[in-house]
């Protein structure tokens, strides 16, 4: 078991490589994602994470529906979200379908929650978008008591009341998948994060680190505020990305192109400012590493690392060999984030831990009847 | 004692304009009990105003009016926006006004409009005239749409008032404005507290 976990995410856009014009087909692309979560476990990479969205150009629309076929075809990665909407999906779905996928992966699966970048996509869903935060806190409370309760009365402000309602099939050993939630900016999702001793995930990819900072020791000591734990035992996971090669000067060279047309910053600021200025690495598998080992300075050691390399229209030959390299310096980030890693710092929560976890809570309470 | 003027140019009645100069005023009330408040309508003036304009002196209850003002430690004007600025009585009395009558003064901004989108009026119509005339408007501008008469938008409309308020108060002392671009999350908004509460979702 390993005490940090690494891994991949995507969001699944379908982009044109700047190089030679060429656009993969839809079923190309979710092809491409099936190939890259199989080389995720391949290499010896912990989690493979795909985002949802519902608009043109990603081909992530169902994340369960990509996730069990990927999962069938693999034996040991974690599959998360990254994210799911918690704003347009209904609870009750959620609760029922991540059930679903946590039984077929046998555990192998997290929720990863946000409330997605795409004010119109609200309304094709019968929201509304001025009430994100609001419905964000709603609907995870309902999830929460779906899966933590067997028999449900539910009324809210954004859906139909619930009348003894029981989501099925109930979770696997009883231990629902674990939560972790994502934002860049809301406090109210940190702190949703916090009072139910969740994960909070911070994508860490398009702003300096600074950005990220704040929410994330806020999430700490509201944490610790709750009775989890101490601030440095909450549960934190980060994103990053990155492009390889054995010589600085080829990964920049090569990544220039891509990264000038790039969907999110092309056409912005220069490749090097962005390297300078964000997470990004583009260089040396030794310029990964120390860049990688920097997360922990700022945010404090923590459990999971996911990373963004299957972007901007980068062909798949090429994603595939990215996360080959991953894979080759993995031994090295483990053994450097281990050895900095300080003794209270919790290991990342798998289905085994919070199963054993939860037994362990029970045999406490139980003993103290017993003496009581 | 703190002595605050405000001018309502609502031209209804009632008049949602004279409605947020009222909650201004409550607001300075909060923020100092012992205040001296007034709130001047010009709807009773405008024929004094449009005279103003012509004869080029003010009638002896107009003038009351503008000596008022220059004596107020602060002014606060509220305009409806009509045609995307505000309104011409607002501004025929802004212009009977001695062109140095507000100098170095702090003002509080407020606008009301049928629909939010002429919220930006107080920014770029009422902020540029107070810039002309080398009065301080405190930054934050309280615009009111229908939206924040109703139970929903309430709350939030008072938060605006009250932080205008407190700018303004902070002014006043010599202090800024009070306001920094601190980290402080709010811990106790209706939905921070639903989050470990859930029945208090409101």
Sequence with gaps: MSSMQFGIFTVGDVTQDPTDGTTPTENARIKALVEIAKKTEEVGLDVFASGQQHNPPFVTTSPTTLMAYMAAQTERIVFSTAIAQITTNDPVKLAEDYAVLQHLSDGRVDLMLGRGNSAPVYSWFGQDPTRAVELTVENYQLLRRLWDEDVVDWEGRFRTPLRGFTATPRPLDGVPPMVWHASIRTPEVAELAAYYGDGYFANNIFWPKEHYIRLINFYRQRYAHYGHGEPEQAIVGLGGQVFMRKNSQDAIREFRPYFDNAPVYGHGPSLEDFTAQTPLTVGSPQEFIEKTLTFADYFGDYQRQLFLVDHAGLPQKEVLHQIDMIGEVLPTLRKEFEARRPAGVPDAPTHASRVAARDAAQAESTDEEVRA | ?202
């Design chain 2, 1 to 202: 004692m703190t002595r605050v003027v405000i001018v309502s140019a609502g031209l209804g009645n009632p008049s949602t304009t004279r409605l947020l100069a009222d909650q201004l005023a409550a607001g300075v009330r909060r923020a100092e009990a012992t205040a001296s408040i007034e709130v001047v309508e010009l709807r009773p003036l405008a024929h004094d105003v449009v005279d103003a304009t012509l004869s080029g002196f003010a009638s002896p209850r107009l003038q009351h009016v503008v000596d008022q003002l220059g004596a107020a430690d602060a002014v606060g004007f509220v305009t409806p926006v009509f045609q995307a600025s505000y309104s011409g009585l607002f501004k025929s009395f802004v212009d009977v006004l001695e062109p140095d009558a507000l100098v170095g003064k702090p003002v509080l901004l407020g606008a009301t409009g049928g629909t939010a989108r002429h919220s930006l009026a107080v920014e770029y119509a009422m902020r540029p005239l107070m810039a002309y005339l080398q009065a301080v408007p405190v930054p934050t501008g309280v615009f009111a749409s229908p939206h924040d008469w109703s139970a929903e938008g309430e709350g939030a409309l008072t938060s605006r008032v009250d932080r205008a308020v407190g700018e303004l108060m902070s002014l006043l002392r010599g202090a800024g404005t009070g306001r920094s671009r601190d980290d402080d999350i709010d811990l106790f908004s209706d939905t921070m507290l639903s989050i470990s509460d859930p029945q208090r979702r409101g």
